[in-house]
C-alpha cells in the first residue's frame, strides 16, 4: 500500500502511535514502514514531540522523604555525599576501593536498566511477543507486503526454537532476531535491516545472566544468517541477550565486551 | 531545602543534567530537589498508588544517572525526557501488577487537569507543555479525558471505552477529533 495517497490516514496513524493506540501487529508494522520512509518517520517524530509534553500536566505532588534515600543506596551515593573529610584526615583512611571491583555489576546493572528504557519507548510487552512468537507472523502482514530487502519475519521458519530474543538498536527498531534451540545447542541469529557492524569491526553476541559476567556466544560474520553452537551453554541461565561492537575476533576480554552495546533484547521461553 | 522556591529554567535542568552525566552526585541531588515533587506527581497520577509511585521515582532517577549522557537538548526539553522516563517506568510497573490490583478511583476524573492551568503550576514545564496545556483545554473534557487514558494509562480504544461506558465508536471518533484539534491548536511548532 501507498501509504503517500492517504496523507489523512498516515497523521491518524501517527498521531494515534504517538498516544500509544497502535498496538501489535499494526504498530510494528507502521515502524518497518517508517524506517524506510522519511515522511511517515517524520510524521511520527512530528506527533511523538507534540504528545510527549502531555506527561508534563500532572500536578506536582511532595514525594515521601524516603524516596531520596532509596536512590542514594541503589546507586551506592550516599558515601560520595557525605561531607568530604578534610585532608589530614583524609590520609589515614583506607584508599578506596578499586574500581575494577564494582565494574562488572555496573555494566550488567547498566544493561538491564537499559532493556526496560529502550523497550518503554517503542517496543511494547505485545509486540514483543508478537514478533518472537514469529509463527503466526503472516497473519500479521500486510496482504500485499512492499518491497524490502529485509527479510520478512514470516518467511523465516527455526524449527525446535527453545528461546527466542528480538534485539532492539538505541531507536527500540528490532534490528536481530535470535532463536536458541536448547535441544540442539544451536543458535541462529537473523538479521533485519541495518544491522551491520562499522567497516573492520565485528559484532559480538553476547549472554547476560541475571548476575554475573556475560558470556560470549560468539562473534558474528559480517551479513547473513548465522548458525551458531551454544556450547553448552543453556538459556534458562541467561535473561537476556546483547550485541557488542569489537575489534575482529571479538573482545580481548573474556568477561564482557570491550567495545559499546548496541543492541539488547530479553530472551524469552517460546511458550 | 529551598527547592520548593527554585524556579528551575529548563536551562539550568540541562546544566544539572550534563554534570549528572559526568557522574557528579551532588548534581544529582539539586535535579531531585527540582522536579522529584513534579515527577512524583506524574508517577502518582499514573499509578495512583504512593508506594508504586515511589518505587517508580526511585527508578526513574536511577535511570536518569544512568541514562544522562544519552540526553539531547535538540530532541526534548530537560523536563519532557524525564517525564518521559517517569511515564515508561510507570506504565512498566503497571503491566508488571496484576491489572485487578489496580483501583482507580479515579478513572472519571480528568488525568490531565480541566482548569485553566495555574501559572504557578507551569513554572517547572517545558514551554511545549505550557503551549499543549492550553490547547487541552480547548478540547470536550470527553476528548481530553480519552486522550489521557490514553497516554498516561496506556489504554487500548476498547479499554477507555470500558472505562468511561461508552461505545468503542464514540471513542474513536473523541481521540480523533481531539487530536484533530490539538494538532490545529498546536500549528506548526515544533
Redesign the interface.
Known sequence: MNLHRYPQLV??LA??HA???V?GGAKRRLEQYAERDAELRHALD?WK????????????????A???A??ER??G?AE??APSPSPAARETQAPPRPAAAVRPAHWI??LS??L??W???AI??TVLAAIAIFVAARALLPSTPATSNAPMIAEWRAPGSTHVAVLNN?DAHAVMLVAWDATHDTITVQRLAGAAPPQGRALQLWAVPPQGHPVSLGVLPASGETKLSAHAQRPDSYTALAISVEPMGGSPNPDGPSGPIVYVGKLLPVS | MTATLRDPTQDMLAALLERVAREDSGALRELYDAVASKLFGLALRILNRHEWAEEVLQDSFVNIWRHARDYRRDVSAPMTWMSTIVRNRALDHLRRIDAEETEWSDALDDLVASDAPNPEALTQVSDAARLLAGCMQQLEPAQRQAVALAYLRDQSHSEIAAALTVPLGTVKSWIRRGLARLKLCLGGAR
Open positions: 497523521d491518524r498521531a494515534e498516544l500509544g493506540l498496538r512530528d514531540r507534540r504528545v510527549e509534553p502531555l506527561a508534563e500536566l500532572a500536578p506536582a505532588r511532595t514525594p515521601p524516603s524516596a531520596w532509596g536512590i541503589r546507586l551515593l560520595a555525599s546493572e547498566r536498566e537499559s526496560t528504557f523497550r518503554g519507548w511494547g510487552a538505541q
